[in-house]
């Protein structure tokens, strides 16, 4: 492992571990949409082992993502994000299949939206956090 794979390592570990549960879930979203960027760019460069590797990591991190929904308060927030969810795992897996740049395109544009909304809420989530205290 090089320098900066190790200090990439450390830093990521401090934040998981520095993060209130907003912080998790903004983390998740980005660590999610690396994964298919680097998918991306090893499908591109024919490293198909790489490519699998990168998009099955993607589809732990999204099923992460469904792990935290919380039905009894999200209600129908939360079932059409498990569905929205699920969509994003079979076009993944889709994608891996076919070698389809846009399917991972498809899927990481569903992230962000979804990941801005969430950043929108950060100041929000964060008082409601601190009064449950």
Do not use: C
Not at 105 to 119: N, P
């Amino acid at each position: 492992m090089n320098g900066l794979q190790a200090y990439q390592r450390v830093n990521t570990q401090t934040s998981i571990t520095d993060a209130d549960p907003h912080k998790l879930i903004q983390l998740l979203y980005n660590g999610a949409l690396e994964r298919i960027n680097m998918a991306k760019a090893r499908m591109q460069a024919k490293d198909f082992e790489g490519k699998g590797k990168l998009i099955s990591k993607a589809v732990e991190i999204i099923g992460g993502l469904r792990g935290f929904l919380d039905f009894e308060k999200g209600g129908d927030l939360a079932v059409r994000l498990e569905s929205l969810y699920d969509y994003m795992e079979r076009t993944l897996f889709e994608a891996n299949a076919k070698n389809d740049v846009a399917k991972l395109d498809e899927v990481a544009d569903l992230l962000r939206s979804i990941k801005d909304g969430w950043d929108g809420i950060r100041e929000e989530a964060t008082s409601l956090q601190q009064q449950a205290v």
